[in-house]
């Protein structure tokens, strides 16, 4: 609607006076203002209808793991799928404020509601079956890929530059590892890795959502700044024309992510289940593929990627050895059997995040 007000102010001389004000909106800044605004008013608004009807159809909620920390047996009950109020709230900020036209939302788009498809049907067979076990993760996995590869295969053939298939090195600006074709491969890794780590941090309440939103924020910056030809030149990172529209989208999840914490602040009185952790994760990897900057997710990211590498060794180490690295697995986990309360995790792995985040777009300049 926008673009299209704008095209008749420029035709009809009636609608010049209002040429100025509708100019903002080719802005990617105020979009994706408009966007975060939007975003955290739908959730705000509609969240607490979706809670309650949410509550009413899952009847027992989210089922609690027995052999978890006790303090988590006191969550019975509470409703999840939260992930369904996050995804509303971003679906409808992209798209009032993003460039219909613009291929790269639509693809990182689509991922994300896929991964979130896939993890609306995963709780939905632990609601309904009260286990902590959804459907088999090797056809979870396989559904994953198979997005993944798609989403990979249209963002090669978009961009039709040869640098489209290879991997850039953070702080060395004229190093690149050419992938070929195989880059395909190696950037659904990048986003069923992401989608997967996220879920695995979600495991307290505001755990995952926080660190997802410090991450988006600054994937925000990298997108706007790899789709403007003139910071891209300055910063001698990889232009991608067109991937600045995906700011917009990280800040549709900025203000949808604001709004779901203010539920699920503890006590939480929703989880993000893997319809939400699987989306958003998966979202940060189709954005890092699309900006081609990869690498510096896995430090942007690095919580995620500590809590999945946590996992990862304490079942090697199990079935090789007989033993466990940590006390339980993912690693937030461990530090509650360790004695640390539940904010005292929560807010420290926050911090990490932030630092993690600073330390990850650092690698912009320093080249």
């Known amino acids: 609607m926008f673009y299209w007000l704008i ?23 105020f979009r994706t203002g408009g966007a975060i ?54 679906t409808v900020g992209t798209v009032l404020w993003a460039n219909p036209l613009n291929p790269y939302v639509w693809i990182v788009l689509a991922v994300t509601l896929g991964f979130g498809f896939v993890g609306f049907y995963d ?13 088999g993760s090797k056809l979870r996995l396989l559904i ?18 040869p640098a489209s298939t290879a991997l850039t090195i953070p702080f060395l600006k004229d190093t690149v590892l050419h992938f070929g074709w195989f880059f395909v491969v190696f950037g659904a890794f990048v986003i069923v890795g992401s989608g997967n780590a996220v879920n ?29 030809l003139v910071f891209a030149d300055y910063l001698q990172i990889k232009y991608v024309a067109g991937t600045g529209e995906l700011a917009v989208l990280c800040g549709a999840l900025l203000g949808a992510g604001l ?9 939480a009185s929703i989880f993000m289940g893997d319809t939400g952790s699987l989306a958003l994760g998966g979202m940060l990897g189709a954005i890092a593929v699309a900006v081609k900057h990869e690498i510096v ?11 999945a590498v946590s996992v990862i060794v304490q079942v090697v180490s199990f079935k090789l050895t007989g033993k466990r690295v940590f006390r339980m697995a993912p690693i937030h986990h461990h530090f509650e059997q360790k004695g640390w309360t539940e904010p005292q995790i929560v807010i420290r792995f ?7 985040a600073l330390a990850g777009l650092s690698t912009l300049k320093l080249r």
């Open 144 to 161: 994953e890929a198979v997005i993944a590869l798609v989403a990979c295969y249209a963002l090669v053939r978009l961009n039709r530059d």
């Open 259 to 267: 709004g779901f914490l203010w539920f699920n602040a503890p006590p």
């Open 350 to 356: 926050w911090i990490i995040s932030v630092m993690l």
């Open 200 to 228: 695995l941090t979600d495991g307290l309440d505001g755990l995952a959502i926080v660190p997802v939103m410090i991450a988006t924020a600054s994937f925000a910056m990298i997108a706007y700044l790899t789709g403007n």
């Open 297 to 307: 997710l896995a430090v942007i990211g690095g919580l995620f990627v500590l809590e």
């Open 37 to 90: 605004v939007t975003g955290a008013l739908f959730v705000f608004l509609f969240g607490p209808w979706i809670i309650d009807h949410l509550r009413i159809r899952q009847g027992k909620g989210q089922p609690i793991r027995t052999d978890g920390p006790q303090s988590h047996l006191a969550k019975k009950g509470t409703p999840t799928m939260g992930g369904l109020m996050i995804l509303s709230g971003l």
């Open 7 to 29: 095209e008749l102010s420029n035709t009809f001389p009636g609608f010049g006076a209002f040429r100025t004000v509708l100019n903002v909106f080719r802005y990617i800044t």
């Open 123 to 135: 709780d939905y067979l632990k609601v309904t079956k009260q286990t902590t076990t959804g459907f």
